[in-house]
C-alpha cells in the first residue's frame, strides 16, 4: 500500500513538474520571439502608411504574443495618427514586460515541484526495489521455466490497452451525451451517438486483442507486490467458466464489463498478496486473472509443493480431476488448516470427497445453488473444523462479488479478517478505467511538447 501511495505521488508530482517546464518553456519562447519587437515596430513606422504589407508582415510574425500592440493596430491604417509612433513603442514595451512576467511566474514553482518529484520519484523507486529484493527468490524459482517474450511487448500492449479504455470511456460518455442532450439537432445526436457506439465497440475490439497480450506474469506480480503470494489452483478443465465476462448489473449486458470472473476473483483475494495460478500447457495466452507461471510435466507436484509452503494463502477451488485432488490432499497432509480456502461448486461430489477427507459431515447441506463461480466457501478451524458460508444466489450484482463476500466471511469466522475483499470486486474496473483514462492528460503533456518543439 505504501509503495502504491509513493507511486501514485510520484506521478502526480512529476506531471505536475513536466506541466510547469513545459509552460515554462512556452513562455520563455514567446519571450525570446518577441525581443526584437521594437526594431519591427521601428521598421513598421518608417514603412507606414504607404506600405500595407508591413503592417500585416509586423501583425503575422508578432500576433502569438501580441495584447496592447495588437489592440493598437487593429485594422491596416491608411494614415498614421498624431503620437501614434510613441504609443506602439509604449504598447511594444508593455507586451514584452507582461512576456516576462509570465515567464517569471511560470517559472517560479518550477524548482519547488522538480524536487518534489526527484524525491518522490527516489523514494518510489527504493520502495519497489525493496519489494523485488523481498520475492526475488520466489520469482526466480517461478520464472525458471517463464515464457519468454521481447522487451517491447508488454509496454506496446499496455499502451494499446490504454487507447482501448480511453475510445471505451470516450465513446461511452459521448453517447450518454448525446443521447440526455435536447440542444442538439436530431440529425446531429444520431451522427453523435453512432460515432460514440462506434468507438466504445472499436474499444472493446482493441482491449480484446491487447489485454490478455498485456497480461502480467507471475514473476512481475511477485516483484511488484513483494508479499507473499496467494496461491490459487484450479481443475484446468473450469478455466472456461472463470474467464467469462458476466453482465453489468446496471445496463444487463457484458458490453461494460471488461474483468473476467477470475478476474475479479484475484481483484477479492489481492487483500493478501499477488494471486499466482500454474497455467495450463501449451496455451497460447495466459488467461486473465491470477498471474499465470508454467511447471513442465516432471516437475509440477514438486513446484506446487514448494509453492504452497511459500503462500500466505492457498485457494482451491475444487472440481474434478486427479491433478487437483492430489494438491487438496498434499495441502490438507501439510499447510495449517486456516491458510486453506476452499470453493464449493453446485456439484456435491468434489464437496463429498473433501467431506470424507476431513472427517465431517455433508459440507453442501442447506447450501442453495445458483451463483455460477461457486456456491460455498469452506474455511477451516485448527483442528479442520469447516465453516461452510453460502454464496448468496442473489442476482443483483455480478457472481464474484457474493464469491468475495463469502470468502471474506469463511476467513473472519476462523479469525482472518480482511474487511476489503468484497470492494476490491467493484473497484477493479474501475482501477482499471482509471488507469486508462491517464493516457488523456499524458497525451496532452505530450502534443504541447511536440508543438513547443515544431513536431506538429
Same mark, same amino acid.
Given at each position: 500500500?505504501?509503495?502504491?501511495?509513493?507511486?501514485?505521488?510520484?506521478?502526480?508530482?512529476?506531471?505536475?513538474?513536466?506541466?510547469?517546464?513545459?509552460?515554462?518553456?512556452?513562455?520563455?519562447?514567446?519571450?525570446?520571439?518577441?525581443?526584437?519587437?521594437?526594431?519591427?515596430?521601428?521598421?513598421?513606422?518608417?514603412?507606414?502608411?504607404?506600405?500595407?504589407?508591413?503592417?500585416?508582415?509586423?501583425?503575422?510574425?508578432?500576433?502569438?504574443?501580441?495584447?496592447?500592440?495588437? @489592440?493598437?493596430?487593429?485594422?491596416?491604417?491608411?494614415?498614421?495618427?498624431?503620437?501614434?509612433?510613441?504609443?506602439?513603442?509604449?504598447?511594444?514595451?508593455?507586451?514584452?514586460?507582461?512576456?516576462?512576467?509570465?515567464?517569471?511566474?511560470?517559472?517560479? =514553482?518550477?524548482?519547488?515541484?522538480? *524536487? /518534489?518529484?526527484?524525491?518522490?520519484?527516489?523514494?518510489?523507486?527504493?520502495?519497489?526495489?525493496?519489494?523485488?529484493?523481498?520475492?526475488?527468490?520466489?520469482?526466480?524459482?517461478?520464472?525458471?521455466?517463464?515464457?519468454?517474450?521481447?522487451?517491447?511487448?508488454?509496454?506496446?500492449?499496455?499502451?494499446?490497452?490504454?487507447?482501448?479504455?480511453? *475510445?471505451?470511456?470516450?465513446?461511452?460518455?459521448?453517447?450518454?451525451?448525446?443521447?440526455?442532450?435536447?440542444?442538439?439537432?436530431?440529425?446531429?445526436?444520431?451522427?453523435?451517438?453512432?460515432?460514440?457506439?462506434?468507438?466504445? *465497440?472499436? %474499444?472493446?475490439? #482493441? *482491449?480484446?486483442?491487447?489485454?490478455?497480450?498485456?497480461?502480467?506474469?507471475?514473476?512481475?506480480?511477485?516483484?511488484?507486490? %513483494?508479499?507473499?503470494?496467494?496461491?490459487?489452483?484450479? /481443475?484446468?478443465?473450469?478455466?472456461?467458466?472463470?474467464?467469462?465476462?458476466?453482465?453489468?448489473?446496471?445496463?444487463?449486458?457484458?458490453?461494460?464489463?471488461?474483468?473476467?470472473?477470475?478476474?475479479?476473483?484475484?481483484?477479492?483475494?489481492?487483500?493478501?498478496?499477488? #494471486?499466482?495460478?500454474?497455467?495450463?500447457?501449451?496455451?497460447?495466452?495466459?488467461?486473465?486473472?491470477?498471474?499465470?507461471?508454467?511447471?513442465?510435466?516432471?516437475?509440477?507436484?514438486?513446484?506446487?509443493?514448494?509453492?504452497?509452503?511459500?503462500?500466505?494463502?492457498?485457494?482451491?477451488?475444487? %472440481?474434478?480431476?486427479?491433478?487437483?485432488?492430489?494438491?487438496?490432499?498434499?495441502?490438507?497432509?501439510?499447510?495449517?488448516?486456516?491458510?486453506?480456502?476452499?470453493?464449493?461448486?453446485?456439484?456435491?461430489?468434489?464437496?463429498?470427497?473433501?467431506? @470424507?477427507?476431513?472427517?465431517?459431515? =455433508?459440507?453442501?447441506?442447506?447450501?442453495? =445453488?445458483?451463483?455460477?463461480?461457486?456456491?460455498?466457501?469452506?474455511?477451516?478451524?485448527?483442528?479442520?473444523?469447516?465453516?461452510?458460508?453460502?454464496?448468496?444466489?442473489?442476482?443483483?450484482?455480478?457472481?464474484?462479488?457474493?464469491?468475495?463476500?463469502?470468502?471474506?466471511?469463511?476467513?473472519?469466522?476462523?479469525?482472518?479478517?480482511?474487511?476489503?475483499? /468484497?470492494?476490491?470486486?467493484?473497484?477493479?474496473?474501475?482501477?482499471?478505467?482509471?488507469?486508462?483514462?491517464?493516457?488523456?492528460?499524458?497525451?496532452?503533456?505530450?502534443?504541447?511538447?511536440?508543438? +513547443? +518543439?515544431?513536431?506538429?
Amino acid at each position: 500500500m505504501l509503495t502504491r501511495l509513493v507511486t501514485a505521488i510520484a506521478f502526480a508530482t512529476t506531471y505536475t513538474a513536466l506541466h510547469f517546464a513545459i509552460t515554462a518553456a512556452e513562455d520563455f519562447q514567446a519571450h525570446q520571439r518577441f525581443r526584437e519587437a521594437p526594431a519591427r515596430a521601428t521598421a513598421l513606422l518608417d514603412a507606414l502608411p504607404n506600405d500595407a504589407e508591413a503592417h500585416a508582415d509586423f501583425l503575422y510574425e508578432n500576433a502569438p504574443f501580441l495584447g496592447e500592440t495588437r @489592440d493598437l493596430l487593429g485594422p491596416p491604417l491608411t494614415t498614421v495618427p498624431p503620437g501614434f509612433a510613441d504609443s506602439l513603442i509604449t504598447a511594444v514595451h508593455a507586451d514584452q514586460a507582461a512576456l516576462r512576467r509570465e515567464l517569471d511566474e511560470s517559472t517560479a =514553482p518550477l524548482p519547488g515541484w522538480s *524536487l /518534489a518529484a526527484a524525491m518522490t520519484i527516489a523514494a518510489a523507486v527504493a520502495l519497489r526495489r525493496r519489494r523485488h529484493r523481498a520475492a526475488d527468490g520466489l520469482a526466480a524459482f517461478v520464472g525458471t521455466h517463464a515464457r519468454r517474450r521481447p522487451w517491447w511487448w508488454r509496454p506496446v500492449f499496455l499502451t494499446t490497452s490504454g487507447l482501448g479504455l480511453a *475510445l471505451v470511456v470516450a465513446g461511452f460518455l459521448t453517447g450518454q451525451l448525446a443521447l440526455r442532450s435536447n440542444s442538439f439537432p436530431f440529425g446531429a445526436r444520431i451522427a453523435t451517438v453512432v460515432g460514440g457506439v462506434a468507438a466504445l *465497440l472499436g %474499444g472493446l475490439l #482493441v *482491449l480484446r486483442y491487447s489485454r490478455p497480450r498485456s497480461a502480467r506474469d507471475a514473476v512481475r506480480a511477485l516483484r511488484a507486490d %513483494g508479499r507473499r503470494p496467494v496461491l490459487y489452483l484450479r /481443475a484446468f478443465d473450469d478455466d472456461h467458466t472463470a474467464a467469462k465476462v458476466d453482465n453489468a448489473p446496471s445496463v444487463g449486458t457484458t458490453g461494460l464489463m471488461l474483468h473476467t470472473r477470475e478476474e475479479q476473483l484475484a481483484d477479492a483475494l489481492h487483500a493478501f498478496g499477488p #494471486v499466482i495460478a500454474v497455467g495450463r500447457p501449451g496455451e497460447p495466452l495466459p488467461l486473465l486473472g491470477a498471474a499465470r507461471f508454467y511447471l513442465p510435466d516432471a516437475e509440477w507436484q514438486d513446484g506446487v509443493a514448494r509453492l504452497m509452503d511459500e503462500a500466505r494463502l492457498v485457494v482451491l477451488r475444487l %472440481g474434478s480431476g486427479e491433478g487437483l485432488w492430489w494438491e487438496v490432499e498434499r495441502a490438507h497432509a501439510t499447510q495449517p488448516p486456516r491458510k486453506l480456502l476452499l470453493l464449493l461448486t453446485d456439484d456435491p461430489g468434489p464437496a463429498a470427497r473433501l467431506a @470424507d477427507l476431513v472427517g465431517s459431515g =455433508p459440507l453442501l447441506a442447506g447450501v442453495v =445453488p445458483g451463483n455460477a463461480l461457486a456456491s460455498a466457501a469452506v474455511a477451516f478451524d485448527d483442528d479442520w473444523t469447516p465453516h461452510v458460508h453460502q454464496v448468496s444466489p442473489n442476482r443483483h450484482g455480478v457472481p464474484a462479488y457474493h464469491v468475495a463476500k463469502a470468502m471474506q466471511e469463511a476467513l473472519a469466522s476462523v479469525g482472518t479478517r480482511k474487511p476489503t475483499m /468484497a470492494v476490491r470486486v467493484n473497484l477493479g474496473l474501475l482501477v482499471t478505467l482509471g488507469k486508462g483514462l491517464l493516457i488523456v492528460p499524458v497525451g496532452v503533456l505530450g502534443l504541447r511538447l511536440a508543438r +513547443l +518543439l515544431d513536431l506538429l
